[in-house]
């Protein structure tokens, strides 16, 4: 029998408790038992977020309205919601994940299979680490990763999305987590390329940031198309470069150019870079994140930093005008418009 914990209880990691219990109450190889870890956090009524969520069956600060189905079982103590579990399902911030792996290292079930849901990177000095290696790294277990066009609230609604499976070698642990995701409203494929399907759904972050300047710039659906073709093709590029096995066709995928769209069009850090470009960069990110998203996390300013750290550091940053640009926009080094002058961008060191 295999038991499902979720790491992490945010918007998209609330979705996938409340997708995954809604199999694992119908499919009999499963527990039908979902713990939810819960970063604990008090609420304005004084009340812990985690009672809310046992009590109500609502992640009422992450996922407001939407029922997660009454086997998910929310538990603020991480060492104590993984312990039983043989599938975990990590589905956090990316910058929380070193943290949460330090201290879950030696604590979990020696046959335990991993998928990451978590878009980002780390940087070390051989160059970048997607989550899935670092997930591998600390604790020791076998991590796929599932990515698409999954923008959280309308997956809540039950509106039909597609997402990808990306393994490595091990295919029967690749078909149990599509058997574990699955549902008429969510189709599910795998293919073989873990880092192909993970670098697609993080670098996508970095281009949505630039499509939300050009919105708030007003500068129309050429402009934006332009900037996702070219975002597109320096994610290909900066995937090739560092992991030379990545495949052509992961792109085609729901999980290249179908999340790319959709992050671009309704995504939040499009949303976000929006309101930089308004306030014409004189608000800083973070400000604007806290104000707007109440506690959710922007992913692609951060992953824009990282993408800059590792390019500037083997040299190649004159490859990647429009992740330098939006590096440098993000930053206030640049102004907002320079988005549409990446041609003409000095890339710089820092
Ligand atoms: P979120 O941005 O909605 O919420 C932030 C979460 O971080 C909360 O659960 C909060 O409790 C937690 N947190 C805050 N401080 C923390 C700390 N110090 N340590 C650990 N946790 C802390 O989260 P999300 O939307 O579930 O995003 C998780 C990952 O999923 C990200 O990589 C994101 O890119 C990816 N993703 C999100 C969506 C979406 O539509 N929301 C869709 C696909 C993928
Ligand atoms: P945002 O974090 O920009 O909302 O993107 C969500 C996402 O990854 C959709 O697949």
């Not at 589905?91 to 290292?105: D, N, S, W, Y």
């Not at 608000?283 to 922007?298: I, N, S, V, Y």
């Amino acid at each position: 029998m295999f038991k499902v914990t979720v790491v992490g209880s945010g918007n998209w990691g609330s979705v996938a408790a409340k997708l995954i219990a809604s199999n694992t109450i119908r499919l009999a190889s499963f527990h039908d038992e979902v713990r939810m870890w819960v970063f604990e956090e008090k609420l304005p009524s004084g009340e812990k977020l985690t009672d809310v969520i046992n009590k109500t069956n609502e992640n009422v600060k992450y996922l407001p309205g939407i029922k997660l189905g009454k086997n998910v079982v929310a538990d603020p103590e991480l060492e104590n919601a993984v312990k039983d579990a043989n599938m975990l399902v990590f589905v956090t911030p990316h910058q929380f994940m070193e943290g949460i792996c330090k201290r879950l290292a030696g604590k979990i079930r020696s046959d335990t299979e991993g998928i990451s849901l978590i878009k980002g990177m780390e940087v070390k000095k051989e160059g970048p680490t997607m989550i899935s290696t670092l997930i591998t790294k600390q604790l020791g277990i076998n991590c796929s990763v599932l990515m698409g066009a999954n923008i959280a609230n309308e997956i809540a609604l039950e509106k039909f999305s597609e997402a990808t499976v990306g393994y490595n070698q091990n295919k029967l642990a690749a078909e149990r987590w599509v058997e574990l995701f699955n549902t008429p409203y969510f189709n599910v494929t795998a293919v073989e390329d873990v880092e192909g399907v993970e670098l697609c759904g993080t670098l996508k972050n970095v281009v949505a940031i630039a499509a939300g300047f050009v919105d708030g710039l007003e500068m129309g659906n050429n402009t934006k198309a332009a900037i996702m073709r070219i975002g597109l093709k320096e994610m290909r590029a900066f995937s090739k470069m560092w992991f030379p096995s990545v495949k052509d066709n992961t792109f085609f995928e729901s999980c290249g150019v179908a999340d790319l769209i959709t992050t671009c069009m309704g995504g939040r850090n499009r949303k976000v870079a929006d309101a930089y470009a308004r306030n014409g960069g004189k608000r800083p990110f973070d400000e604007l994140e806290a104000e707007m998203l109440q506690g959710q996390k922007l992913q692609g300013v951060l992953t824009a930093q990282e993408v800059h750290e590792v390019l500037s550091h083997r040299g190649w940053l004159h490859m990647f005008p429009l992740f330098s640009a939006v590096h440098a926009i993000s930053t206030g080094r640049l102004p907002p418009s320079a988005i549409v002058k990446i041609s003409d961008l000095k890339p710089s060191s820092n």
